[in-house]
Structure formats: C-alpha cells, structure tokens
C-alpha cells in the first residue's frame, strides 16, 4: 500500500556530507513515525534515526548524534537525513521506514516499522 523510495547516496571523502531523501507514495503519512536504519557487510540492520509526522520529536542513534540531522516535509510526504562528518563506519545500505511504533524505544526497533524502501548505498573513503 505504501511505497518508499530512497534516493542520495553515494560516494564520499571522510569528513565530507551528503542529503538523503525518501519519498513516500500510496497515502498520507500524519499519524505515521518515520526512521532512517543501515546495514552494512556482515552486520544487521541498526537503527539511526526516528521522527514523528505530527510533531518535533526525534531520536538519534549515539552513533550518529551530532552529525546526522532528520527532517521531515509532511506537505510533500518526504523525509530526509542530512549526514555530516562523515566516516568510514558510516559506510552501509540506508533504508527509510515506516511505521507506528508508540514510544521512542519502540521506534528504535525494526519490527515495529511495516513499510520499507529498497536502500541506498553510502560509501565514505578515508
């Protein structure tokens, strides 16, 4: 019902930024919380970041705090990951989901999320 669409990767230098984006199609997403996760080889998926449609709140894996930064165009039912200072551990598959986890806990957790885009790949060099 609902499809996601990731977009923005790509190949970058340590230290260097780049702007995921993720378009959602199918129906409105107000009452949906929406997260950014990553995979890289050999791992699970992690989670990165979380934020609800209807409000301000978000959430960010200590991994990432401080230099990724989430927002979300509810008008255009996108989200985006703005990723600075960017490091080789950075490197991984990043997924947007979807879903309706009801606590901040909850949306660090892949099963609460029903929807998923096929992944982007990040690539940081040293």
């Known amino acids: 019902q609902v499809q996601l669409v990731e977009s923005g990767g790509g190949l970058v230098q340590a230290g260097g930024s780049l702007r995921l984006s993720c378009a959602a199609s199918g129906r409105t997403f107000s009452s949906y919380a929406m997260g950014w996760f990553r995979q890289g080889p050999g791992k699970e998926r992690e989670f990165v970041a979380a934020?609800?449609?209807?409000?301000?709140?978000?959430d960010y894996a200590d991994s990432v705090k401080g230099r990724f930064t989430m927002s979300r165009d509810n008008a255009k039912n996108t989200v985006s990951l703005q990723m600075n200072s960017l490091k080789p551990e950075d490197t991984a598959v990043y997924y947007c989901a979807a879903g309706t986890p009801r606590t901040v806990a909850l949306a660090r957790r892949r099963d609460r999320y029903d929807y998923w885009g096929q992944g982007t790949q990040v690539t940081v060099s040293s």
């Open positions: 934020s609800r449609w209807n409000g301000d709140s978000t």
